[in-house]
């Protein structure tokens, strides 16, 4: 038997297609995924990166499953970075951070509890951001993805005194609110607005405004904002293309789309049966030129986070 004959018979062709597509990089060079949430499985993280092309991932780490994170890490060597999350509102939150940056954490993220943006126990996150210098990343959501479930990081449309009030800290919005204040318009009736972008909403006006604002691209909330209206996206992106950051937030199994891809959220069905990743640097591909797409893909996530590979 031909070799050529025998791998297909081994492998199956689909597979077989795949492992030839690995051997020259999908996306034209490496990329960063910085919203890539530590798995349950050893090596699952590396399962997702692998298969849909990327290369590096931030691994976003609750405090507590740090040394599961460390173990991921040491296990594929040049491939993972973590961060560190805790509840701002325990009293130890701040030596938990501390402790987890001094210790190898590159940011803090994702916070996502139900506190304001500009609460006291917010603003001790962003001091200790400022101090070490790292990132921080809000998961800021208002409207429910299913019921009962309680706002993140409220109080958005007066974020902009807190990026006045901390020039020193940067940070990274990610989230349904976030996104859909794209637009001038936002409805309160759904997380996830469809239809033309009205130009001047609030995150397109404060990522122009403050130099410490940046944009996590992650989760149905990034793609969607992103690809409701592609004459606005391939302006916003050439605007932003300092401040637009790519990340996945997929849960898909393989990078191919396998399992679910939007844990516990229907509202995100659009997405169903993809890999979040894949979609949104084919996504982001679509809406900018090659230079712009590489600092989305890597050269931003790489700055931000201060990573050295
Ligand atoms: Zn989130
Ligand atoms: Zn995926």
Redesign the pocket.
Known sequence: MQRRTFLKTALGAAAFARSQAQTEPLWGGPVLDTHLHLRRDADSCFT?IQ??GVTNAVLLTPAADEDRARVEMEKRPGHFVRSVATDPSKPDAGDILRTAIRAGAVSIGEMKYHVALDSAEMRRVYDIAAETQVPVMMHIQNFPHFPGELPYNTGYDHFDKVLSAYPKTKFIGHGDLFWANISADVPTDRGYPSGPVKPGGLTDRWLSDFPNLYADMSANSGNNALSRDLDFSREFVIRHQDKLIFG?D????????AGV?QNNNPEAKRLEGK????ATLELSKQISSPAVFRKIAWENGNRVFRLQW
Do not use: N, W, Y
């Not at 890999?275 to 894949?278: G, L």
């Open positions: 997702h298969g849909c996945s997929c849960s898909c199994l393989d990078g191919h789309g891809s890999c979040v990743a894949r």
